[in-house]
């Protein structure tokens, strides 16, 4: 896997995943990485209701 930077959404690159793992001959796989993109939220699902970024928490504040 590529160390730099991509900007594409998680949702591009399960898609990429999957149309690889269709061509080297794995549906089921190649299907699971669809499924898994069709979940996974883009960009623009950011303004949809309910949908919120929280921010991370690490385990030192959750002790206090």
């Known amino acids: 896997m590529p160390t730099t930077r991509d900007d594409r959404s998680a949702?591009?690159?399960l898609l990429v995943?999957?149309?690889r793992f269709?061509?080297?001959g794995r549906p089921?796989?190649?299907e699971?990485?669809?499924r898994a993109a069709?979940?996974?939220p883009r960009p623009s699902d950011s303004s949809a209701p309910g949908f919120r970024i929280r921010p991370r928490t690490d385990d030192a504040d959750a002790r206090r």
């Open 11 to 13: 949702a591009d690159r």
């Open 17 to 19: 995943i999957a149309e």
């Open 32 to 34: 699971a990485a669809r």
């Open 28 to 30: 089921a796989m190649a």
């Open 22 to 24: 269709a061509a080297q």
């Open 38 to 40: 069709a979940l996974s």
